[in-house]
């Protein structure tokens, strides 16, 4: 049986408890752990799959196929544990889960209520995820005190007692905030949060305290003394300028030292961090710059293209590179035009989307990398845009689009496939991971390292129209990537040019600091090459 240990957070959201989590796997892993964890949000969605990018940030997608919690890409990236759809439950699949139960007789006629069919219902996914690790971390969304947290916290309680307090382990993430003109640092807001969490029934066994200062004895002794917690698991979480820090943060803090301590894991052995050491010491050390532009549409909020920031970033170390990320948007590029806003970058990305706004801008910056030799990389709707663009300026297919953004284009290049008409929307996503075929000797094929079979995630509803791939490969372009079966495309790539590649997949999904994916890597290389040259 799994050891399990929870991460609650007060005061306020966006705290990091996600990066938090991430890192205790990373450090538990490098002690020869193994680990899973779970995130559990308390809204009534029942997944994030319809939610806009501007409420929830990204939605990460697992090989399986479950559309879940940006979070769920931060576990991925820190640790080796694989996720699945029941590692991220909402409120709203728990409570549609109990409905289903009770709809179907489950419960004998009973009264259902929140306490006990929701926490039972919330413990069972607690355990859905125990396959033999050593340790399950179970983050839970939103913050102390919320009304729509309060049934995972009651839960938390019960199954603590359950479970036996040996067993379990609790870690709160609050704020010490510093008031400049006092020049201090408050730790009211954490004693009010832990206040509220001891009414509910639970006493936190460690505190991760964010905050821009350190934390001196003082401070800490302080925050032990009105919290009921340990001196020595008050614990500094301190800003950093590189995510990677963190879990080398927590070590020299002690925190993994304490999680052994508390849960008695004999397994342990000394922690291993000579590959976190490395990543933050090559992000130090790059010298070299390239800038690359990501044209999109959810440019005011950076958390819709998370993994894919953070796959650039691993492009980046494996090349010895600096990665500064430009963030364009694609109406901007519709009112001032490609040149104006690209013309000294190194690289353009394209990345995926859903909805017609900003099309014609993205279709716009894809012909000014192909015309000016500049490095592109297209995924999902960019390489959909790629397809229409070179229909539209190579192909001669005049006013070609997606079916999706048009109805009535005389040459839908990309559509739905013969069997997806008439299916529910949903029913026509491909979700999840989907093998593909490389052409020998293709740009594909080389980036893979002469692979000819890969497994990559996809979430998208289009594919490339076959009517118009034998028009479109005699116009010059590559289709360098197919299903097994040759009926969708996987890949396209334009010879000749210095790097110009596109996926119908999300390789930014399977991407992580110590094993960059293999396409970001390659696009980086080709944009270090392009650096000190400036397009015009």
């Known amino acids: 049986m799994a050891k399990y240990i929870f991460i609650t957070g007060g005061v306020l959201s966006s ?20 680990v899973t964890l779970q995130k559990f949000d308390p809204y009534l969605n029942v997944d994030p799959g319809t939610m806009s990018p501007f409420q929830h940030g990204e939605v990460f997608v697992t090989d399986d196929g479950a559309e879940t919690d940006l979070d769920l890409g931060h576990y991925e990236r820190f640790t080796h544990a694989r996720m699945r759809k029941e590692n991220n439950f909402t409120a709203g699949r728990i409570y549609n889960n109990v409905i289903t139960k009770e709809r179907e007789g489950e419960y004998l006629g009973g009264t259902v209520q929140v306490i006990p069919h929701i926490t039972d219902e919330i413990k069972t996914c607690f355990r859905a995820v125990d396959h033999g690790e050593d340790i399950v971390l179970c983050e839970i969304g939103g913050t102390v005190g919320d009304i729509e947290s309060l049934p995972f916290l009651e839960a938390i309680r019960q199954f603590r007692f359950d479970l036996g307090a040996e067993n379990v382990l609790i870690i709160h993430v609050t704020l010490i905030p510093y008031i400049k ?36 004895s003082d401070i800490k002794r302080k925050i032990s003394l009105f919290c009921n917690v340990s001196p020595s698991a008050v614990i500094t979480a301190i800003d950093v300028g590189n995510i990677y820090e963190v879990p080398l943060k927590f070590n020299e803090e002690g925190l993994d030292q304490i999680i052994v301590d508390r849960l008695d894991l004999k397994k342990a052995g000394e922690p291993d961090l000579a590959s976190w050491r490395e990543i933050v010491q090559k992000t130090r050390e790059c010298t070299l710059e390239t800038e690359i532009a990501i044209v999109g549409k959810y440019v005011d909020l950076k958390e819709s293209y998370k ?67 500049v490095p592109f990389f297209g995924i999902c709707l960019g390489m959909q845009c790629a397809i229409v663009e070179y229909a539209r300026n190579v192909c001669g297919l005049e006013s070609a689009n997606s079916a999706e953004f048009s109805g009535d284009t005389p040459h839908p290049v990309v559509a739905l496939m013969p069997d997806q008409e008439g299916v529910v929307m949903g029913g026509t996503m491909r979700l999840g991971a989907y093998p593909g075929i490389l052409r020998p000797g293709s740009l594909a094929s080389q980036v893979y390292g002469s692979a000819t079979r890969i497994e990559e995630r996809h979430r998208h509803r289009y594919e490339v129209n076959n009517a118009y791939r034998e028009n479109l490969e005699e116009g010059g372009l590559r289709f ?23 996926c119908q997949f999300h390789p930014e999904f399977k991407s992580a600091p110590y094993a960059p994916h293999p396409i970001f890597k390659s696009f980086i290389s080709a944009a270090k090459k392009a650096r000190g040259e400036l397009f015009v």
């Open 15 to 34: 705290l990091g408890k996600g990066l938090s989590s991430a890192s205790i796997g990373a450090l538990l892993e490098a002690r020869g752990l193994r």
């Open 307 to 373: 993994s894919l920031s953070e796959s650039l970033f691993h492009g980046g170390l494996a090349n010895d590179v600096k990665v500064n990320l430009r963030y364009v948007d694609s109406e901007e590029i519709e009112e001032k035009g490609s040149a104006q806003l690209l013309s000294q970058i190194h690289g353009v990305l394209i990345p995926g989307g859903f909805g017609h706004r900003g099309i014609e801008g993205k279709i716009e910056a894809v012909r000014y990398a192909r015309e000016r030799l």
């Open 181 to 216: 003109t006092s020049e201090e640092l408050k730790t009211k807001p954490t004693q009010h949060s832990v206040m509220k969490l001891r009414e509910i029934g639970i006493q936190p066994d460690v505190l991760l305290c964010r905050t821009e200062n350190p934390l001196d």
């Open 480 to 502: 360098s990537g197919l299903s097994p079966d040759e009926r969708l495309v996987e890949m396209i790539e334009l010879p000749g040019h210095p790097f110009f590649l596109a």
